[in-house]
C-alpha cells in the first residue's frame, strides 16, 4: 500500500491550529528556530530491514500480523514510514536476510518511495543452508583458514549486492568470540581477525566506508573478539582511511559514558555512524529514547559540538541508522517512535548555548554549565519537530496517523495475518 497526500493533508489540517498554537509559543522563544527547523528537515535515519518484523526474545518469537515476508515487502514497509515522517529515506539490508535477486528491480521500487540504500551488512553469526564451514567457532576470528576465507568471500559477495543497489558502506558485527577462559588465545584471534578484514577492505570500492562494530558480550559470554571502540579503533587505525568505528548504543557494558566515547572518536575522524537504540541492561534493542532520553540528548550534544569542529555536514557527515526490534510493539510504530525520539534529541542538542557553556566550562562554573545544558533539554521541542515533518509533507503526528488510517489492518489484508519477515 501506499499512502495517499490528500490523507496527510487531511490529517494535519485537523491538528492545524492546536499544532500552530504550540509552535508559536516556543519558536518565540528560541533565537534562530528556522536554522533549527532546516536542519531536523535535512536529518535522515535508516530503517534496517531487520526491524520491520517483530523480534525475537532469546525464548521464543511472537510473530506479528500482517509482517514483510519479502524485500519488496519491506521496502513498503519503509516507504509507508518515509511517506508519514519524511525522515526515514533509506533502508539497510543484511544479507542473506535480503538478497536482491534483480537489483535493477528492487532499486527502482526503492526509487519509487524515495529511498536509497544506506550500508549493506554482512551475517556470519549464523549458518546458512548449504554453506560448507560452520561458524560455530567464529568467523572471521577461526582458527582454520578455511572459515576464515568463506566468511571473507561473504563479505565480499555483500559489497557486491551493495553495490548494485548504490550502498555506499559495509557493517561488520562479529558474534566471534568465546564463552570460557583458555578457549581462545586473544592475540591470535585479534590477528586472524584483522587479516580478514584487510582482505575485505582490499575488495572496498573506493567511495565506500568499512564500519566495524564492536559488541561488550553475547552471544558469548567471556570474550568478544572486537568488544569495544578500542579494540574497533585500532582495527579501523590499522586497516585504513576508508575504515571506521560503529557505535551501536547497545553494545556496552552498563553505565560506559558513550557521548565521551562518541566525542573522542569523532575527534579523531573515526567515527563512522550509528546504530540507535535504547537499553536498560544490555543489547536490549528498545525504542530509541525510551529508557535514557538524556543519555541520547547528550551524545547528540557531541556530535553537534565534533561536526562542527571538524565542518562536517550533520546530515551526511556519518551514518545514521536504527537498530532497534521490538517483541511486543507494531514494528513500524515502534520505528516512528525511533526516528521522532532521535529528532527530539538532535532539536534539543541545537538549541544548547555553545558559547556560553564554552565560557562556563573556562571558568569551571560547573553548576552554569550543567542549567546549560538541562535547560536544552528540558525544552519541550515536539512543536518544532512536528513543524520541520510538515514543512516536508510529512505528517504532524505520524503515530495518529497510522493508526487511524488503521495501516497494519490493510497490511494484514494484502498479506495475511501469518506473514512473517525473515530475520533473527
Ligand atoms: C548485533 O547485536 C547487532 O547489533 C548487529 O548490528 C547486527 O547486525 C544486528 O544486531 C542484527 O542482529
Ligand atoms: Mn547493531
Ligand atoms: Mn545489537
Avoid: C
Avoid at 516507504?79 to 528492487?106: C, V
Avoid at 551501536?248 to 575522524?269: C, T
Wanted: net charge negative; glycine share 6%.
Amino acid at each position: 500500500m501506499k499512502l495517499d497526500i490528500n490523507q496527510i493533508e487531511q490529517h494535519n489540517a485537523s491538528l492545524s491550529e492546536a499544532h500552530q498554537r504550540k509552535f508559536d509559543f516556543i519558536a518565540n522563544e528560541i533565537k534562530d528556530v528556522e536554522a533549527v527547523i532546516e536542519k531536523l528537515q535535512a536529518f535522515q535515519i535508516a530503517i534496517p530491514s531487520w526491524a520491520l518484523g517483530t523480534g525475537g526474545t532469546r525464548f521464543g518469537r511472537f510473530n506479528g500480523p500482517g509482517e514483510p515476508s519479502t524485500l519488496e515487502q519491506k521496502i513498503e514497509d519503509v516507504g509507508l514510514l518515509h511517506a508519514l515522517n519524511k525522515s526515514s529515506g533509506a533502508i539497510s539490508l543484511h544479507i542473506p536476510w535480503d538478497i536482491p535477486t534483480d537489483a535493477q528491480k528492487i532499486k527502482d521500487l526503492a526509487a519509487s518511495y524515495d529511498l536509497t540504500f544506506d550500508a549493506v551488512n554482512s551475517n556470519t553469526f549464523q549458518d546458512q543452508a548449504g554453506q560448507e564451514f560452520s561458524y560455530k567457532y567464529g568467523s572471521l576470528h577461526h582458527v582454520d583458514a578455511r572459515v576464515r576465507k568463506q566468511a571473507v568471500d561473504h563479505n565480499i559477495e555483500v559489497i557486491k549486492h551493495g553495490e548494485a543497489l548504490g550502498s555506499k558502506s559495509l557493517t561488520v558485527w562479529l558474534a566471534d568470540g568465546s564463552s570460557f577462559p583458555g578457549q581462545l588465545n586473544f592475540r591470535e584471534a585479534f590477528q586472524n581477525t584483522l587479516s580478514s578484514l584487510q582482505e575485505i577492505y582490499a575488495a572496498l570500492p573506493s567511495d565506500w566506508k568499512l564500519f566495524v562494530e564492536y559488541k561488550a558480550f553475547e552471544p558469548h559470554f567471556y570474550s568478544t573478539t572486537i568488544a569495544d571502540w578500542g579494540q574497533s579503533l585500532l582495527l579501523a587505525s590499522k586497516l585504513g582511511d576508508q575504515a571506521y568505528t560503529l557505535v551501536d548504543l547497545g553494545h556496552h557494558l552498563p553505565n560506559a559514558n558513550i557521548e565521551q566515547i562518541v566525542s573522542l572518536l569523532l575527534m579523531e575522524g573515526k567515527l563512522g555512524g550509528f546504530h540507535f537504540n535504547d537499553s536498560k541492561y544490555a543489547d536490549d534493542d528498545l525504542t530509541a529514547g525510551s529508557i535514557k532520553p538524556y543519555q541520547l540528548f547528550l551524545i547528540f550534544n557531541e556530535l553537534i559540538d565534533g561536526l562542527d569542529a571538524r565542518g562536517l555536514d550533520h546530515a551526511t557527515g556519518l551514518g545514521w541508522m536504527i537498530d532497534a526490534s521490538h517483541n511486543l510493539k507494531d514494528p513500524l510504530v515502534d520505528l516512528l517512535q525511533s526516528v521522532d525520539a532521535i529528532k527530539l534529541a538532535y532539536a534539543q542538542a541545537l538549541l544548547v548555548d555553545r558559547v556560553s557553556l564554552k565560557q562556563a566550562q573556562q571558568e569551571n562554573n560547573i553548576i552554569k554549565a550543567q542549567e546549560i545544558l538541562q535547560d536544552a533539554f528540558r525544552t519541550d521541542v515536539r512543536p518544532i519537530v512536528a513543524e520541520a515533518r510538515k514543512r516536508s509533507g510529512a505528517a504532524i503526528d505520524p503515530v495518529a496517523l497510522f493508526t487511524a488510517l488503521n495501516v497494519r489492518g490493510q497490511l494484514v489484508q494484502e498479506r495475511g495475518e501469518k506473514s512473517v519477515a525473515t530475520g533473527l
